[in-house]
T-cell receptor
């Protein structure tokens, strides 16, 4: 595709539900990042993939958060047993290599009631 | 790990005036410093970046300066226009090591007509 695509754009979940957020990076991009952006804040790093390898997951806030990129392209961020504090925009970004700029998707806005 | 601070948090200028946003970083090994513009409800978009081997870069009305010794970099927007109104984020990264980007908290710029 022309850009990074994320789905769903909006997700409302009841507390305790599991959610899955999908990211389609730009074709051929090696690096893929997930960020969490709370209202009025800057993006906070969650995790980073280089191809299918998850090289850094130090930003994942708890073991309820899990990300995968099994074939080195599409990535899924899964949040189990959602809590209200998980409400945020989840941004995916990709980069053509380890030296290039980030291209962001539009984000998935998660609201946990 | 890297820590990025950004000032001011909000900035209002009259149309046609200049705007300056400043960021400091903590990791002397960081070598890539992008600036992103985010309009309400939209994805962050790269507007300019600078690598540590140069001290200044300019693109039309936008310029970025970098002081490696002091570990700070600044965004300069001249002849501001209402469409420049947005939130601006700075970031720092050790690119070519595949490191993640650490973002500042953002500056909300309002250009008053």
């Amino acid at each position: 595709g022309a850009g990074v695509s994320q789905s769903p754009r909006y997700k409302v979940a009841k507390r305790g539900q599991d959610v899955a957020l999908r990211c389609d990076p730009i074709s051929g991009h090696v690096s893929l990042f997930w960020y969490q952006q709370a209202l009025g804040q800057g993006p906070e790093f969650l995790t980073y993939f280089q191809n299918e390898a998850q090289l850094d997951k130090s930003g994942l806030p708890s073991d309820r958060f899990f990300a995968e990129r099994p074939e080195g392209s599409v990535s899924t961020l899964k949040i189990q047993r959602t809590q209200q504090e998980d409400s945020a925009v989840y941004l995916c970004a990709s980069s053509p290599d380890i030296t290039g700029e980030l291209f962001f998707g539009e984000g998935s806005r998660l609201t946990v009631l | 790990g890297e820590n990025v601070e950004q000032h001011p948090s909000t900035l209002s200028v009259q149309e046609g005036d200049s705007a300056v946003i400043k960021c400091t970083y903590s990791d002397s090994a960081s070598n890539y410093f992008p600036w992103y513009k985010q309009e309400l409800g939209k994805r962050p978009q790269l507007i300019i970046d600078i690598r540590s081997n140069v001290g200044e870069k300019k693109d039309q009305r936008i310029a970025v300066t970098l002081n490696k010794t002091a570990k700070h970099f600044s965004l300069h927007i001249t002849e501001t226009q209402p469409e420049d109104s947005a939130v601006y984020f700075c970031a720092a990264s050790r690119r070519n090591y595949g490191q993640n980007f650490v973002f500042g908290p953002g500056t909300r710029l309002s250009v008053l007509p």
